[in-house]
């Protein structure tokens, strides 16, 4: 016990004599790769109150302000942190290559390293399509290719079209903070080429906390704006507001900012978005709004030169013989609903917005827009329900939207083809922990239906059909189907079936706030209690920190190999654009 304490003793001694400002944080953080030319806020957060003639900040040796554009501010007593702050809005590096960053004070010094890259001088891609299905795992790419394309023998009958591409690479999607990252953060790293921490957009999260005045990271719309003449479209199946499409213009520690998110889009104004979430353009005295505010942001797009759709109809109309230069299409006041329930079981909130389009007519309209610009366009589309309904452990759900998906991948690589000047990347911003176990068969006797999964030789095939060949089963709930689990989950009830009529809840909180079963399911027959093994404040499957799988297609797409790490995605689009000249 003495001899632990002495060596305490000593580490702290050699702490305070090698001078580490452990406290002291500097932005954009360490190891941080990023692209030349492109704008970042660079702030240093020290640990207590210092005079600006105390400290010293270098960068490769010289002071900052030789390679950093631009003026800084002082702030000597940052709000609710009780020290000093420095910070320089906007700037940039012109010259690639590795940049040591070194902050001293009297109390001693910390240094991070950065490596700046820059890309081609000219564009090899006149085109650029981002198409992430949220939360897609293996697990998901498996069930989907199953039921949409069958297997026999234990072949396959077909690929996915996702899985048909000729680069592919595994994805890390790990954040600033945590090894367990969100879709704000993971989709912001595609879009400005930085790390970032969970619920953050286009900023590194600092100590304040306030929401909107963290370092700022330029993001790929953004860039695009400032160099390129070309067109920029968003689509969703979730709120426009949502993290992943939020992400392509968005600047903000908290992802839930979705009216102020609204406002952002109408900085940048991508010529085409598309998606849920008019309860925050609508001005608060709208019935169904959720903003604080009188503001409109329908009639101020419309002013703008946008032509307003609220359904599949009028997306098919105003996009048909004539196609608007810019298009803005709210198809729900929330999130979307999947493909099972619009086409199949008229779930959700079907009844309430019954003409609701697919993500392939928005992807279809989204390029008959954006292809009118003949400097090109940058697109991303998500497929937002697949995590949406992942976190629920609503499996048959989740799937049938993966599927919906990859009809979108197919359109796009045929477009592909017509246009090789186009570059093509389909992923996903994170992982659930979503498996395909074996099968369950409801003609196996007895009515316990835990005994009527078959895994190994009791597997066998399902038995889903596709009488009309649309890739989708006509009955996502036969008599033998897949049995998928969840490894990550709360407290719930295994029921072994679908929910045509409401997505499954599986937990809700009790008298004490934690997360327990739901008991609406317990009777139903044949179903078991299956202990959760998440903390029991949450209520729903969380994300897994598994790799995801990329794929792509088209000019500059051979740089996905290997693995990579989130940011790279953006250095790839980056590099074919030319976007760091």
């Known amino acids: 016990m003495k001899i632990s304490k002495s060596l305490s003793f000593v580490s702290v001694l ?32 020290f640990d207590k109150i210092y005079q600006p003639n105390e400290v010293s900040i270098e960068i490769n040796g010289k002071k900052f302000e030789e390679t950093l554009p631009g003026k800084s501010v002082w702030i000597p007593k940052e709000e609710e942190a009780n020290a000093s702050a420095l910070i320089l809005r906007g700037t940039e590096i012109k010259k690639p290559g590795k940049y040591n960053v070194v902050v001293k004070t009297p109390d001693g010094e910390k240094s991070v390293s950065w490596e700046l890259y820059s890309t081609a001088e000219k564009p090899v891609a006149k085109n650029v399509i981002i198409l992430l299905a949220d939360g897609l ?14 297997v026999e023998n234990g072949m396959y009958k077909a690929p996915l079209a996702m899985d048909d591409m000729p680069h592919m690479a595994l994805l890390g999607t790990s954040s600033v903070d945590t090894i367990a990252a969100d879709s704000a953060n993971t989709a912001s790293a595609y879009m400005t080429g930085h790390k970032s921490s969970v619920n953050a957009l286009g900023v590194y999260a600092d100590r304040t906390s306030a929401s909107q005045d963290d370092p700022k990271q330029e993001t790929i719309a953004e860039l695009i704006r400032r160099k390129t003449q070309k067109a920029i479209g968003v689509v969703t199946d979730a709120e426009l507001e949502d993290a992943t ?14 009216a102020d998110i609204v406002g952002m889009f109408y900085q940048v104004k991508p010529e085409v978005m598309l998606g849920g979430g008019s309860a925050y353009f609508l001005p608060k005295s709208t019935l169904g709004s959720k903003r604080k505010d009188e503001t409109n942001y329908i009639k101020l797009f419309q002013d703008n030169g946008y032509q307003l759709v ?61 292809e009118k610009n003949p400097n090109g366009f940058f697109l991303l589309l998500e497929a937002g329900l697949v995590d949406k309904y992942s976190h629920p452990l609503d499996w048959t759900r989740s799937v049938g939207d993966t599927i919906a998906f990859d009809k979108v991948v197919e359109l796009a690589k045929a477009y592909c083809e017509k246009h090789p000047d186009t570059l093509l990347i389909v992923t996903g911003d994170h992982t659930h922990s979503i498996s395909v176990a074996g099968t369950v068969d409801d003609n196996k006797p007895g009515t316990d239906m835990r005994e009527k999964v078959g895994v190994y030789a009791k597997a066998g095939y399902p038995n889903y059909e596709d009488k009309d060949k649309d890739g989708f089963p006509d009955d996502f709930s036969p008599s033998k189907r897949l049995a998928v689990f969840f490894g990550a989950h709360p407290d719930y009830y295994e029921t072994y079936r679908s929910f045509p009529e409401k997505t499954f809840t599986p937990a809700v909180k009790d008298e004490k706030g934690h997360y327990v079963a739901n008991a609406q399911y317990k009777d139903q027959p044949g179903v078991h209690f299956v202990e959760g093994n998440l903390p029991r404040s949450e209520s729903q499957g969380v994300h897994t920190v598994d790799d995801l799988v990329v794929t792509a297609q088209g000019p500059n797409a051979e740089k996905i190999k290997g693995f990579m790490n989130s940011t790279e995605i953006f250095r790839v689009m980056a590099d074919a654009l030319a976007l760091g000249h």
């Open 14 to 45: 050699l702490c305070l004599a090698s001078g580490n400002l452990s406290a002291t944080e500097i932005y954009p953080v360490s190891q941080a790769k990023f692209m030349t030319n492109a704008k970042f806020d660079f702030k240093v957060e």
């Open 137 to 150: 795992s293996v697990g998901h790419r498996t069930a989907a290719r199953i039921l949409s394309k069958g």
């Open 245 to 258: 499409p939020a992400s392509v213009v968005s600047h903000t520690r908290k992802r839930s900012d979705k």
């Open 310 to 370: 609220t359904n599949k109809t009028e997306l098919a109309r105003e996009t048909g013989e004539k196609v608007p230069d810019k298009l803005l299409g709210l198809f729900h006041t929330g999130n979307m609903d999947g493909w099972i329930d619009r086409h199949q079981w008229k779930g959700n909130t079907v009844k309430k917005f019954p003409d609701q389009p697919d993500l392939t007519d928005a992807f279809t309209a989204a390029v008959r827009v954006l």
